[in-house]
């Protein structure tokens, strides 16, 4: 017997759709004007869909989650009851593209649950080789990460440093900073920020 396809209308009357969009754009620094103006809708039906009011089309919730960068499966992930502590592997929410992490085979895995709204924010960096932050950026906040696998060439303010496995680097967030793969292997980075930014 085949399987059956997931639909996430199935369970959109368990889960509150609407406010983890609204977490999803905040986290991206996002107002409703740009999700809206990228998901080709209002401002005042966002604001329906994110505040209950509405519930979005499959359609719209395609239009929606690509505008913010994330996936659909991640407005579905929840936390488990009994250790809310948890992320398991395959379960966690990808990030991806967003608005302040840009750049094409560079992905956002959350390590961190929405559901729990703490003073920091992790995820794991997968990046492909030459995949970048596509730019300098800067905001409020520390950073601090942790090299897994890979190069990871980072440059903050005007200095670059290459890093490899094993090391690891903090910084002020509100210098500008950016970052690459510039091997031929996979990156990955554990890489978390204070205040949540993403």
């Not at 997931?6 to 107002?31: I, Y």
């Not at 999700?35 to 089309?57: I, R, T, W, Y």
């Not at 794991?124 to 942790?146: C, F, K, Q, R």
Request: negative net charge.
């Amino acid at each position: 017997m085949a399987a059956e396809a997931f639909d996430p209308t199935d369970e959109m009357d368990d889960l509150d759709v609407g406010n983890r969009l609204k977490q999803f754009r905040r986290s991206a620094g996002l107002r409703l004007k740009d999700v809206a103006d990228a998901a080709g809708c209002s401002e005042s039906m966002l604001s329906k869909v994110e505040n209950g009011q509405v519930s979005p089309s499959i359609n719209m919730l395609h239009r929606l989650t690509k505008a913010l960068g994330v996936t659909i499966s991640s407005l579905f992930v929840t936390v488990e009851p009994e250790t809310p502590f948890v992320q398991r592997r395959g379960r966690r929410p990808i990030l991806g593209v967003n608005a302040l992490r840009q750049g094409e085979g560079l992905t956002l895995e959350s390590l961190t649950p929405y559901e729990i709204h703490g003073h920091l924010q992790a995820q794991l960096h997968t990046l492909a080789p030459g995949a970048s932050s596509d730019g300098a950026i800067s905001h409020d906040g520390e950073e601090v990460g942790y090299v897994i696998e890979g190069a990871l060439e980072l440059t903050v303010g005007d200095k670059t440093a290459l890093l490899s496995a094993g090391d690891s680097f903090f910084f002020d967030s509100a210098r500008a900073h950016q970052f690459r793969n510039p091997g031929n292997s996979v990156t990955r980075v554990v890489w978390v920020n204070s205040p949540p930014t993403y």
